[in-house]
């Protein structure tokens, strides 16, 4: 999930919102779970990367409107479902069992088998409904054919400074990975509107509030390690 707590534009928290993966076993917990913020986890297995090649269609470049109406949607809608499954078959599924749920903003990761296949079908389905996006993108080529396939946003799991800078120039929305504070300064610098601190375990509740009270210009997102005894604590800040 990502949680956001503010639902003004460009006006977030110290922590913007956090995300936890949703695994495709869990669909029926997902259908009874999403209005008690209930969260699933990701099982281990990892899938080979799928990224398609990119052409020479377009440079994939964004309006400024389209840039807010982005942070907007993240800031109203407050959740977003990330999906990692081991096959291609179970990605669907899954996906659908999360906007079933009542997921508004949708995350699928490279690392799913046809990962941008299923995301230009899910585009298509609910273009104007819910917000779609790439995760995992290691670099302008994966942003560039993450976009082709009609991604709205780009996750890296890593401050990736080429990607930031590509995704900047084209007014596309960028939430880069950052494991220390100079990480998460650097990928603002570059031009990411907000910070994905990847592990968000590894600090905790108390090393995110540390962070924000000396850089308040942040806007962190913490992954992974987030559960139902912590997430409100991580709100709360």
């Keep these: 999930f990502f949680f956001f707590s503010q639902p ?3 006006t977030f928290s110290p922590v913007s919102f956090i995300i936890i993966p949703i695994h495709y076993r869990f669909t029926m917990a997902l259908r009874s779970a999403v209005s008690r913020s209930t969260l699933a986890r990701l099982s281990n297995t990892r899938a080979s990367f799928s990224t398609a090649a990119v052409g020479s269609s377009g440079d994939y470049y964004q309006t400024p409107e389209s840039f ?22 179970a990605c669907p599924k899954a ?14 990761t490279l690392t799913t088998p046809d990962c941008l296949h299923h995301l230009s079908d899910f585009r298509q389905k609910y273009d104007g409904d819910v917000m779609v996006g790439c995760g995992t993108i290691l670099t302008p080529d994966d942003a560039a054919a993450a976009m082709e396939a009609g991604s709205e946003f780009i996750i890296t799991p890593v401050m ?4 930031i800078e590509w995704c900047k120039e084209r007014n596309i929305v960028c939430v880069p990975g950052c494991q220390t504070p100079t990480e998460l300064v650097n990928a603002y610098r570059h031009g990411a509107p907000l910070q994905k601190l990847f592990p968000g375990v590894a600090g905790g ?3 995110v509030k540390a962070v924000s009270s000396a850089l308040p210009f942040l806007s962190i997102n913490p992954t992974s390690g987030v559960d139902l005894d912590n997430a409100g604590d991580y709100l709360k800040m």
């Design 8 to 10: 003004v534009k460009e």
């Design 68 to 89: 807010e109406a982005v942070l907007d949607k993240f800031s109203q809608i407050r959740a977003c479902a990330v999906l990692r499954t081991p096959t291609s078959e």
């Design 95 to 108: 996906m659908q069992a999360a906007i079933d749920g009542g997921f508004k903003i949708v995350e699928f």
């Design 160 to 163: 990736l400074p080429d990607v």
């Design 205 to 207: 509740p108390m090393w």
